[in-house]
């Protein structure tokens, strides 16, 4: 298993300003999955992302997976207030059922 | 549906005492179990994860241990605490299939004295 790396690890926006968010991993993965961390609660899933994909979408969210340069992103357009948080990859190498999670990337909306 | 239930939401311990920290997953059966533990403002530290009954793999050698008594059940416990094991404990529960997503309980705020 490995640890993916956010960056930034803290991004200001307005409403209504998209948000992108960037994760780096060093060796292959099976997926990558990216989670959502409201203030004092648990993790709550948002995409998986398998390693023969490329871009997948879910609402407002847009996922990208670039295995060539080991690395994703995870857009959120149209952000609103709600959308503050802090956000995790987790990339899931293969024959593990572990997840290490990053630091993360802390997500301020300002309304 | 499959629910995720931990508990108590908030526990403040003296430096010594023991732990006793419970997660049980209803709705699914020979789910994968895991516990994680993160500190002000950082990421999750894996502590442990169960992949059935009795089979506990630990990540970082520390003052906590794990149990599952059943298959839905976990705990994490410790005999001793320490002011360094104050944090936000989460349990978390994925499918035993693999190549699927982890839910997360509420976790468990735990401030030692």
């Known amino acids: 298993s490995q640890q993916g790396e956010e960056d930034p690890q803290a991004l200001s926006i307005q409403e209504g300003e998209n948000a992108t968010m960037n994760c780096s991993y060093k060796t292959s993965i099976n997926n990558l999955q990216w989670y959502r961390q409201n203030s004092g609660r648990g993790l709550v899933h948002l995409i998986l992302?398998?390693?023969?994909?490329r871009e997948k979408h879910s609402g407002r969210l847009r996922v990208t997976l670039d295995t060539s340069k080991k690395s994703s992103s995870l857009l959120i357009t149209a952000s609103r207030a709600a959308d503050t948080a802090s956000y995790f990859c987790?990339?899931?190498?293969?024959?593990?059922?572990?997840?290490?999670f990053g630091t993360g990337t802390r997500l301020q909306v300002f309304p | 549906s499959q629910t995720i239930h931990q508990w108590p939401a908030t526990l403040v311990q003296p430096v010594g005492s023991p732990l006793s920290l419970e997660c049980t997953v209803e709705?699914?059966?020979?789910?994968?179990l895991y516990w994680y533990r993160q500190a002000a403002g950082r990421g999750l530290q894996l502590l442990f994860y169960?992949?059935?009954?009795?089979?506990i793999s630990s990540e970082v050698p520390q003052n906590l241990s794990a149990s599952r008594p059943q298959d839905r059940q976990f705990i994490l416990s410790s005999k001793k605490l320490l002011l360094s094991d104050s944090g936000f404990y989460l349990c978390a529960w994925s499918p035993d299939r693999g190549d699927q997503p982890q839910h997360f309980g509420d976790g468990t705020r735990l401030s030692i004295l």
């Open positions: 169960s992949v059935g009954i009795g089979q």
């Open positions: 992302i398998r390693s023969n994909e």
């Open positions: 709705g699914t059966s020979n789910p994968n």
């Open positions: 987790a990339p899931a190498s293969y024959n593990t059922d572990k997840l290490i």
